[in-house]
């Protein structure tokens, strides 16, 4: 059993530096949970009172049914690993992955056993006899990894391990890491800054903002279904759109009315869900992908409504085109066919899939 349980857990720092603030937080057995946030949010703070490298400020913190406030990070029986590889230069990859398991006096044969094992999962078996120098970021990671693999723990926690490689590595080593997960079904928890990362990885997401958890949920919820404001723009790339409007009647519904010559009809099934905000100054949230090219001969779709843009940068991706544009001064962009006729300074039809939008309040960053 290797359930983690945060309870109202606090970090205060010399000064009076709040870093965590009473967070809540329930990890299942077998589960990967990712932190994920931006620089300074707490994330790796959490990480690291969970692995008692730091002290809490307050509230309890709970792995395997145990309370683990005043326990010491060896007796946690958790392995963690870095952003940076901290192998040992002098050792071997076979010594460096069986060093903990020897200052806890394992039998030779066990440590071997283990550390073949681990080299079989993670294809690092042809590398036990060198030393770190002679591997590549990748490889080093992986001795890392095997190192708290072959201590068979309770609780894998990962902070930031693939922020030092390059980018086509880092998409190597997060197929990776979810295939050894797959295999070595371990209670995992695992902190970024990248949010492609935390969608492909987690089966549930933590999104934490200034110390505390604005939204916990599976990547499909979180991108689909965000809560506030923060978590819309942050889960998702290129991030989603956000326009004042003001919602409106209109031909016996509501729209959202962006300026005095685009207004957007909402949906009839979210009538009554926006109804109450009707009159009132809010943001419209909406994903690029969800602006695309409207074709002359293509009818629209229920909750499709029309707009013209003057396209300002296109971006030709190849399996896609980004086009940027203004409305009233807000920067859009619209995910179009690599097809499209887009051209900087000229008009452009096109589609608002307004069964996808959000509707967010501005004071509280609330969506509706």
Excluded at 251 to 278: F, H, N, Q
Excluded at 348 to 355: G, N
């Amino acid at each position: 059993m290797a359930e983690v349980s945060c309870r109202k857990v606090v970090k205060i720092y010399d000064g009076g530096v709040q870093a965590v603030k009473g967070i809540d937080l329930d990890i299942k057995d077998h589960e990967f949970v990712v932190l994920v946030g931006p620089s300074g949010c707490g994330k790796s703070t959490t990480l690291r009172m969970i692995a008692g490298l730091e002290e809490i400020s307050d509230g309890e913190i709970w792995i395997g049914g145990d309370i683990v406030n005043d326990v010491p990070p060896r007796d946690r029986d958790i392995a963690m690993v870095f952003q940076n590889y901290a192998l040992y230069p002098h050792m071997s990859v076979f010594d460096n992955m069986a060093f903990g398991l020897k200052l806890r006096k394992f039998p030779r044969d066990e440590i071997k056993r283990r550390v073949d094992e681990a080299a079989r999962i993670l294809d690092i078996a042809p590398l036990l006899d060198r030393k770190p120098k002679a591997l590549s970021g990748g490889q080093r990671q992986r001795v890392a990894m095997g190192r708290a693999i072959v201590r068979n723990p309770k609780v894998f926690l990962f902070d930031e391990p693939l922020s030092n490689l390059d980018a086509k590595l880092r998409v190597q080593m997060r197929t990776e890491i979810k295939k050894v997960h797959q295999t070595v079904r371990t209670t995992t928890i695992y902190v970024t800054h990248d949010q492609v990362e935390a969608m492909t990885l987690a089966d549930r997401v933590v999104v934490m903002n200034q110390g505390i958890i604005e939204q916990i949920g599976s990547p499909q919820e979180l991108y689909h279904n965000p809560q506030t404001r923060f978590v819309a723009g942050f889960i998702g790339s290129p991030a989603m759109n956000f326009l004042p409007c003001r919602i409106e009647a209109a031909d016996g519904g509501i729209s959202v009315r962006l300026t005095p010559r685009i207004a957007l009809a909402v949906p009839p099934a979210r009538a009554d869900r926006y109804g109450p905000y009707k009159d009132r100054e809010m943001l419209l949230g909406i994903r690029p992908e969800h602006v695309f090219d409207r074709h002359p001969s293509e009818p629209p779709r229920p909750g499709w409504a029309p707009m013209d843009a003057l396209v300002d940068v296109v971006e030709p991706m190849g399996m896609e085109t980004m086009v940027h544009f203004f409305i009233d001064g807000t920067p859009v962009c619209a995910r179009c066919e690599p097809s499209t006729p887009a051209e900087p300074e000229k008009m452009l039809p096109l589609w608002a899939d307004m069964t996808q939008m959000h509707l967010i309040e501005p004071s509280s960053g609330r969506v509706v």
